[in-house]
């Protein structure tokens, strides 16, 4: 049994995906792309042109800090805030593209932090949608020091967690759903301005099949942007000509370069077959060998030449046959 192997392709998968997961983060970066996220998805943007957005609206303000989230000669990269959030407390978060942007229309300067994020697993054993409203909450709670201190609590600025669910369940396949605060008045008729607790809104966008209902608009685009199906020149085509979007030579070869690595990527899960099936396979010889010989486990796996680092999970998976069993 070839345990190197399959080592080294476990490895190279990991590090595909990696490259993959790095690739997609640097075009969703572009403002270009964005520009059309905040159109779609945030509602002080729903009435301004794309290329306004990207062009006027987008880092806007002069103290924007000039360190880019993805560092990029052609200088239409985000560059934005820091993309790391630590305390002492709390710990260290990690945003995929974090910048600020100007709201149309205003005579007092507010800033938005909008964090995007790509995500393949919709379960990863937690609800994704309370790590999207955690993430917007360390946000707003890092802006202490950096956007006020004291007790100036009235220049804190509103914060969106915006999520890319590229493999969502089927119920939820191109949908997209916003979670806000409101106001509820509960007794009698008094109001707050919004401004005063709208502060931090969620946006999950799951992508679907083109066949499938709503397949339009940014849904659509992303689609079209992360499919492992649609050619480098189609996904070219499809976003200038219908999105306008101008192919940049820097573009041009992210697209073309994520797309590489698509094939990588499928390769993973072949991969991960293939690992799940070498278990499947080791450890029905071990349970063969421990009742035609009356060997013990350890016996058993020292005859298959199972290595020391494997064993351990071998015993588990023997306990929970042996469990399921009774």
Known sequence: MDWETTTAQGLYAADTNARYDA?????????????????????EYKDCEVKEIAEQYIEGQPQVSTVPVLPDEGGTVISGLDTEDKSLQEGTVLYDIRFRAMVPGTETVIGLIINVEAQNDYYPGYPILKRAIYYGSRMISSQYGREFSGSQYGKIKKVYSIWICMDPPKSKEN??????????????EATEPMENYDLLSVVMICLGKPEGEHYDGILKMLDVLFSN???VADKKKILA????????????EEVSFMCNLSEGVMRKGVAKGMAKGIT????????????????SADQAMAALKVPEAERQRYLDLLEGHHERKR
């Open 23 to 43: 690739a997609c983060k640097r075009v969703l970066s572009e403002k270009s792309i964005l520009a059309w996220i905040m159109k779609s998805c945030l509602e």
């Open 175 to 188: 949908t997209i759903n916003r979670y806000r605060l409101v106001e509820e008045q509960l007794v009698g």
């Open 229 to 231: 199906e649609t050619s």
């Open 241 to 252: 000509d219908e999105y306008d979007i101008p192919m940049t030579q820097k573009l041009k």
């Open 280 to 295: 499947k396979g080791v450890l029905s010889s071990i349970q063969s060998l421990m009742e035609t010989m009356d060997l």
